[in-house]
Each structure stands twice: as C-alpha cells, then as structure tokens.
C-alpha cells in the first residue's frame, strides 16, 4: 500500500514527538521498569517504515493552531470513530492527496492513557484492523492499519507533560 507524503510527515512529526516524551519529565521514578503490551492480531503485518523516512516538502508541512473548543469534528471522520467528550480540538483539517480524501485530526483530553488505549484498542477490534499494529508501551499508544481495505488509520497517543492531560493525532484517510 503506497503511502501518501502527508501521511509520512505527520509520522515523522509523531515520532518526534513520541521521542520527545521519552525523557523521564513526567517523573516516573526512573523505574526502569516500564509496564509494556505489544498486540498485532492476525492479519497484521508490520507497516514499512521507510516510506515514514521520507523527507516531506516545504509547502506540505501542516498548519498549526492553539487548542480551541471551537475546532470541529471534521464531518468526514466515522461517526463511530470514539472521541472523549472532554476532547479539546488542537488540529482538524480535511484535505485531498492524489484524489484521496485526508483526515488529521488532533485533540488533548483528561482521560488517561491506560483509558485511552483500552478505548481505541476496541475500536480496533470492532473494526478488525488490518495490515497494521496495536501497541501500548510506557503511557504511549500507536496504531496503525487498513479498515475494510477502504480506509487507513494511524493514531498515536502520549501523555503530555501538563500533568493528567494527554494526546491524541488521528490521520484518517482512503485508500
């Protein structure tokens, strides 16, 4: 499955971040000892992870915004697609690449990883996630997939170092 360059900076934006967060600020105790849960269901394979090394362009580099309640739900999301309702909306934008339409949406909320993780891990489940994977590891939350063949989903989920607040970014798109 080719990959689209949007796709492939808001992973590399991720990664980033997700790296970002690895530093021991939240103040874990420095156990050393981190709680893990690695799932791939079957049907899974692991997703190429070169096409993510790709250096984006200049003009494909999303725009940001501060958090605002008065940022949408981007109508073209699933209306089964679970968002907390205390969701905050950081980033929701809509866009076509190579005629596919493109969803990213970001958002904080109050609600911990753990809850966040069993959330959207059901909802992988429900949706029998394809061609991808289900990861929670250190209060960090990945997916990655195909749904139905028709649609990609990749999310990825942090706890941010604003105590008791944590992240969300979906990229939805066709395939």
Not at 9 to 24: E, F, H, K, N, P
Not at 112 to 136: C, P
Request: hydrophobic residues 40%; aromatic residues 6%.
């Amino acid at each position: 499955m080719k990959r689209s360059k949007v796709l492939s900076l808001i992973t590399m934006v991720s990664i980033s971040v997700w790296l970002g967060a690895c530093s021991d600020e939240a103040g874990d105790g420095g156990s050393g000892a981190p709680a893990s849960v690695d799932q791939t269901w079957p049907g899974m394979a692991a997703a190429d992870q070169q096409e993510a090394l790709s250096e984006p362009e200049a003009d494909e580099l999303p725009a940001s915004s501060e958090p605002t309640s008065a940022i949408a739900r981007p109508a073209e999301l699933p209306s089964d697609f679970p968002i907390p309702d205390d969701a905050v909306f950081v980033t929701a934008s809509n866009s076509v690449n190579e005629g596919k339409k493109v969803i990213l949406l970001n958002f904080t909320t109050k609600k911990s990883m753990d809850e966040l993780a069993d959330l959207y891990q059901a909802y992988a489940i429900d949706k029998k996630l394809e061609d991808g994977s289900v990861t929670f590891a250190d209060s960090k939350l990945m997916i990655e997939g195909s749904i139905d063949k028709t649609h990609s989903i990749w999310l990825l989920g942090t706890t941010l170092s604003e105590a008791g607040v944590s992240q969300i970014t979906v990229t939805w798109s066709e395939n």
